[in-house]
């Protein structure tokens, strides 16, 4: 893997999860980890900090202390990856469901495309460890975004991605208006109607082993309702020109 990238992973009270993932992510050479901590009372920021010693540098961390929030925290997070010398921006969930052993497919696709997903509904894509009702749930949501929006990709709600520096740079992320998990979405919409090539790679992904789920019912409503806020934005729907490199 001869691309640099640099792996956005937004935290709040992952203090047991954050040393696990960020091992992983180390076994891979030109990869380097910014965590974007929102003022864990569990001291997640400055365990993040002990492991940028550990490992020499290689990760980073941005302590966010206002307005916390998942779409806020990856905006100021890709902002401040925007000025470091990397090839590909990458992200990441902090709870373990996506394998860091799987990032070099992801980043080796980025040769064909401006963003790849690790997608789960793609041939090779598995979940482990989830009930009936989520795997509904989660078939149910990514046919209603896919429908509302006429984005084609197969898992809109996936959180492994990662994007080409050029690419990223391109999106009005101070425009966007999504703070839950619907962010995702509204990314991956605003890339579409702005020409971006997308891509997706079979991933395993595994339910979260440690601390509690940061889905909640407002994050759900907020997500049935995003879909339709974005095709009525302005904003999101007006198209870029098309790249050509």
């Known amino acids: 893997m001869s691309l640099s990238a640099l792996v956005i992973v937004p935290t709040y009270n992952e203090r047991t999860n954050i040393p696990v993932l960020v091992a992983g992510l180390m076994q891979h050479e030109h990869v380097r980890v910014l965590v974007v901590d929102d ?3 569990d001291g997640t920021g400055a365990l ?3 492991l940028g010693r550990t490992y020499n540098g290689r990760v980073s961390v941005l302590h966010r202390t206002t307005n916390r929030g998942f779409g806020r925290s990856y905006i100021d997070g890709m902002k401040q990856a925007l000025g470091e010398d990397v090839d590909v921006i990458c992200q990441m969930d902090a709870d373990l469901s996506h394998d860091p052993a799987q990032l070099p497919d992801l980043i080796a696709a980025i040769g064909a495309a401006d963003m790849v997903i690790g997608s789960r509904y793609v041939r090779g ?3 482990v460890n989830w009930p009936f009702k989520r795997h509904v749930l989660s078939r149910f949501a990514n046919t209603y975004i896919r429908t509302v929006t006429r984005v084609s990709a197969h898992d809109c709600t996936s959180g492994y991605r990662c994007w080409k520096k050029s690419a990223l740079a391109s999106l009005p992320l101070d425009a966007f208006f ?3 998990y619907s962010f995702l979405v ?3 919409f605003v890339a579409h109607r702005r ?3 997308i891509a997706e790679v079979p ?5 979260r082993r440690e601390g509690e789920s940061k889905v909640s019912r407002a994050v759900l409503l907020e997500s049935a309702v995003t879909p339709w806020r974005l095709i ?6 007006r198209k870029a020109p098309r790249r050509t490199s």
Do not use: H, K, Q, Y
């Open 125 to 127: 894509g598995t979940i």
């Open 203 to 207: 991933i395993t992904f595994v339910e």
């Open 232 to 237: 009525s934005n302005p904003e999101s729907s």
């Open 186 to 188: 509204e990314m991956l």
């Open 195 to 197: 020409g971006c090539r």
């Open 178 to 180: 999504s703070d839950g």
């Open 39 to 41: 003022n864990s009372p």
């Open 48 to 50: 993040a900090e002990e």
